[in-house]
């Protein structure tokens, strides 16, 4: 296992990331415990959740059970020091999460002391805005997302009244270091100006959806990534599974996530399945697994702090950590390319 430095922080990471939203719904406790176990003793030392979390499917019921799972297993096994923990507060749209105000100061102070209980621990290592007020073009949103609508000083004012929460969380000792999720170029550098210019907490990453289907990050924020330090923690690196080959013509296994979520918030669509077959097939005829591959591929981008892997049982999460050992031949690395270049973003 490989481990990477969070942005200027000095924190470091294994280049494999526990994701846990399936735990709560999808996975019992129990089955949560072994996959840290195990996790863990594989060498991954940093694990990201949020409050919103399971998310298989979101509901009020399941709402804060992940970092309540986490928190129990803490408390079992006294490992806290050993794990780098990453947590996240949820912005507008949920009814049932304040009542689905935007995030505010206010919020994020609140929203830190919920977790810190919550995961019986007495401080968090990334404490991450899950989205942003203002709107953006992540989770399938790209077709709508209209930055000519936003109020730019209210966003700036917005920004610099979380900073200064965040501040003061750190300063509490309750926080070591500050991410961003689902964010663009602009909003990651104004943050990154906004703290330098005024002592607050500087950025260390981003937490944005990044895979063989959806890669965005190349292009600017790719610039950002290397000039300003700020890593990429990317999430559904195996776009909900589908680069796992087992949704392929039509294909819904039982227990899936595609079997609960429909189609995966958005990704399962047809015109995903030309490229999806295509490095399949890549991975195949090398003598690869899918997922494997697929996560390898990301794990060879400059700008990867670290890749988030998703698991619902202990076979997939021994495919998915058992990436970190696989080394993509120039061979692989031309013919994804070439894959690329036919289509630069399925989903």
């Known amino acids: 296992m490989k481990y990477n430095t969070l942005g200027r922080t000095g924190i470091s990471v294994s280049e494999i990331c526990l994701g846990t939203m399936t735990w709560g719904s999808q996975n019992s406790e129990a089955e949560a415990f072994a ?15 949020a409050e919103l979390y399971p998310t298989t499917p979101l509901s009020p019921e399941t709402y804060t059970l992940t970092e309540k799972i986490i928190g129990n297993w803490f ?14 507060v949820a912005g507008a749209g949920r009814s049932y999460i304040r009542e689905g105000r935007p995030i505010t100061g206010q919020t994020v102070i609140e929203a830190v002391d919920a977790s810190l209980t919550r995961l019986q621990t007495d401080y968090i290592d990334l404490f991450q805005i899950h989205w942003p007020n203002r709107g953006h073009y992540h989770f399938r949103q790209v077709w709508t997302y209209d930055p000519s609508t936003q109020d730019r000083q209210a966003a700036i004012d917005g920004m610099l ?23 663009t170029t602009w909003g990651t550098q104004k943050f990154i100006s906004l703290a330098e210019s005024r002592g607050l907490p500087r950025v260390a990453t981003v937490q944005n959806e990044y895979n063989l289907l959806y890669r ?30 087992k949704y392929l013509d039509g294909q819904k296994p039982a227990g899936s996530r595609a ?12 015109m995903q399945e030309p490229a999806t077959r295509a490095y399949v097939d890549i991975a195949r005829n090398h003598g690869l697994d ?21 698991a619902t049982s202990m076979e997939q999460l021994k495919i998915d950590i058992g990436s970190a050992d696989i080394t993509l ?5 031309r013919e994804i390319a070439k894959v690329h270049r036919m289509y630069p973003m399925a989903i």
Request: aromatic share 4%; net charge negative.
């Open 161 to 183: 009244e979380k900073l200064e929460a965040l501040d003061v969380c750190v300063k509490a000792g309750k926080i070591r270091a500050i991410g961003l999720s689902n964010e």
């Open 329 to 333: 031949s120039e061979d692989v690395l």
């Open 290 to 310: 899918p997922s494997q591959m697929a996560l390898a591929f990301c794990l060879t981008r400059p700008f990867m702090a670290s890749v988030i892997i998703g």
């Open 35 to 49: 996959q840290m176990d195990y996790a863990v003793e594989n060498g991954v030392n940093f694990f990201d959740t």
């Open 75 to 88: 408390a079992k096994t006294g490992k806290r020091k050993d794990v780098v923990l990453a947590t996240k």
């Open 216 to 245: 965005t990050h190349d292009l600017d924020m790719a610039e950002l990534s290397h000039h300003e330090e700020v890593g990429l923690l990317a999430y559904s690196p195996l776009a909900g599974g589908i680069l796992s080959g």
């Open 259 to 270: 079997s609960i979520n429909g189609d995966i918030g958005g990704r399962l669509k047809p």
